[in-house]
């Protein structure tokens, strides 16, 4: 029961840590639980439909398709984090002062979450769909199938509370800062994920330059302990990155960095954005 | 500038040569993975498939290689890696990580 519970904590976690960010991300906005539950049920379904033609993506594209599916679920929620971070550079600033005059909730905020929501849905997705597989293997093998299954929905339940652990500790933070580091917590999930998705390609065989390993850390931080999993998704920590998954990196924060600054200049003001 | 397009062409050619991966077989059954030590090429993509002949899923899941692939039951994929320098690379089924352990050899 214990294994199973561990093996399915082990899957949530990055979901679990983005639904955290998400949900501190989106402080104030009222319909921000109707999206992020509505993302974490989307990305169910989709995982159980994922579960189910598992073998049919596994055989896709040569024996590629997995990996060509996961690259592109990584590489659709890196342009929504960039959408969302670029808006909040517009924005940010405005719903943070909002919110400490009149402390109370803003009703402009719903334009991003459309693409948190799908962030969240597609986090769920990922992750979801290897616990729908394992959970459903444990039932098909049937042999003292039920306390595994309560271990994988302990799990579950332990991830949720991983989550709420990752929501309450970012609002610990004050008000004036939060959307700052959210904005550059999501810049860094989203290099991980741009540097994950760059090794997928590289799996299925269509992007193999520059597949030589910078640096072996496994012997300070492995990436398969609990530690090293959740800085893997948090800001993409891999234990022996590619060079090319360390130039994607590296390319993904530049972008985004450009991007907000880009968003933050306002032409119609004529004022230099100087006033940092 | 003609001798360095000249050696471009020539590596264009060469390359997929080169690049062409080493084919190996990895059989999953009981939750355990046969051969469980596998030699491989050092410095050569190598393609591996993994059948698994379990009625249960799998996840081929490698730090060292830098690999994760769920094999459905009753089914078989596809994994590519490499290039690696000579050492020892372990694989486990993240599914069962009790039993179902190997490791790759680049020799």
Redesign the interface.
Same mark, same amino acid.
Request: net charge negative; hydrophobic share 30%; glycine share 14%.
């Given at each position: 029961m214990l294994?199973a519970l561990i093996?399915v904590f082990r899957e949530v976690i990055e979901a679990g840590l983005i639904i955290g960010i998400v949900l501190a991300a989106t402080r104030g906005v009222p319909t921000r639980g109707r999206w992020v539950s509505s993302g974490v049920v989307g990305g169910l379904l989709g995982a159980s439909v994922v579960a189910v033609f598992?073998?049919a993506i =596994?055989?896709a594209f040569? &024996?590629?398709g997995?990996?060509l599916f996961n690259a592109s679920v990584l590489a659709i929620a890196v342009v929504m984090l960039m959408w969302h971070n670029a808006w909040m550079a517009r924005h940010g600033r405005e719903i943070a002062a909002e919110m400490r005059t009149i402390g109370v909730a803003v009703s402009e905020g719903a334009k991003p979450l459309t693409a948190l929501a799908i962030v969240v849905g597609l986090a769920v997705l990922r992750e979801g =769909?290897?616990v729908v597989?394992?959970l459903?293997?444990?039932m098909? =093998?049937g042999t003292s199938g039920s306390a595994l299954l309560v271990g994988g929905l302990l799990g579950i339940a332990a991830g949720a509370g991983f989550t709420a652990l990752t929501y309450f500790g970012l609002l610990a933070i004050p008000t004036r800062y939060i959307f700052s580091v959210t904005s550059w917590l999501i810049a860094l999930l989203a290099a991980g994920m741009a540097s994950q998705a760059a090794?997928y390609l590289?799996?299925?065989?269509l992007v193999?330059a520059l &597949?030589? *390993?910078v640096w072996d850390t496994?012997w300070l931080l =492995?990436?398969?302990g609990i530690v090293g999993r959740m800085l893997h998704a948090l800001i993409g920590y *891999?234990?022996?990155p *590619?060079e090319m998954q360390l130039a994607v990196y590296i390319a993904t924060l530049i972008a985004m960095f450009l991007l907000m600054r880009f968003a933050r200049y306002r032409p119609q003001q004529r004022v230099p954005a100087a006033a940092e | 500038m003609r001798r360095t397009i000249f050696a471009l062409a020539v590596l264009l050619v060469l390359a997929p040569a080169a !690049?062409r991966?080493d084919d190996l077989t990895l059989t999953i059954k009981g939750h355990h993975f046969t051969p469980a030590e596998l030699k491989v090429k050092a410095n050569t993509?190598v /393609?591996i498939?993994v059948v698994n002949n379990d !009625?249960?899923?799998? %996840?081929f899941e490698s /730090?060292?290689l830098?690999?994760e /692939?769920? #094999?459905?039951?009753k089914?078989k994929?596809?994994?590519? #890696?490499?290039?690696l /320098?000579p050492g020892r690379y372990s694989f486990v089924g %993240?599914?069962h %990580?009790?039993t179902a352990k190997g490791v790759v050899i680049a020799e």
């Open positions: 294994g093996i598992a073998g =596994s055989d040569q &024996g590629a997995q990996e =769909s290897e597989l394992f459903y293997g444990i098909a =093998s090794q590289n799996n299925a065989g193999v &597949g030589r *390993t496994s =492995s990436e398969g *891999t234990e022996r *590619t | !690049a991966a993509r /393609k498939t !009625a249960t899923p799998e %996840e /730090k060292a830098r690999v /692939k769920v #094999i459905p039951g089914s994929g596809v994994v590519r #890696i490499g290039p /320098k %993240e599914y %990580e009790d």
